[in-house]
Nanobody, 123 residues
Framework: VQLQAFGGGLVQAGGSLRLSCAAS????????IGWFRQAPGKEREFVAG????????AYADSVKGRFTISRDNTMNTVDLQMDTLKPEDTAVYYC?????????????????WGQGTQVTVSS
C-alpha cells in the first residue's frame, strides 16, 4: 500500500485546512487509516482514525469538535477537515494504514506510512 498525504499549508489561527490521504495498491486489505502528527521536539501523536468496514471514527481529545475524518467507500481517499485551527496544531501530519483489526490509536500497529505534509498555524 502506498500513501500520499497532501493539503498542508500556512493558515491563521481560527482558519481551516483540508488534508487528503491518497492510498493505492492493496487497499482492500486495509482495516483502518489514521492521521498522526509530529511537532518539533515532540513525539508523534494520534490525531484521528477511521475504519474501513463500519466507518468507525476516533479522535484525540485535543482535536474533538474541530477536526473531522472521512473516507470514500473504497478507502482510497481519507480526508481530514481541520477547522478552528490553533497554533498548537502546527506539525507535520502523516497518514498511515493498518491491516489488522484493533486499536486505531496506536502508531506502532500501522503498517504503511505516507510522507508528511506540513501544517503551520500562525497566531
Amino acid at each position: 500500500v502506498q500513501l500520499q498525504a497532501f493539503g498542508g499549508g500556512l493558515v491563521q489561527a481560527g482558519g481551516s485546512l483540508r488534508l487528503s490521504c491518497a492510498a493505492s495498491g492493496d487497499t482492500y486489505s486495509t482495516y483502518a487509516i489514521g492521521w498522526f502528527r509530529q511537532a518539533p521536539g515532540k513525539e508523534r501523536e494520534f490525531v484521528a482514525g477511521i475504519t474501513r468496514s463500519a466507518g468507525r471514527t476516533a479522535y484525540a481529545d485535543s482535536v474533538k469538535g474541530r477536526f473531522t475524518i472521512s473516507r470514500d467507500n473504497t478507502m482510497n481517499t481519507v480526508d481530514l477537515q481541520m477547522d478552528t485551527l490553533k497554533p498548537e496544531d502546527t506539525a507535520v501530519y502523516y497518514c498511515a494504514s493498518r491491516r489488522a483489526a484493533g486499536s486505531i490509536y496506536y502508531a506502532g500497529a500501522y503498517n504503511y506510512w505516507g510522507q508528511g505534509t506540513q501544517v503551520t498555524v500562525s497566531s
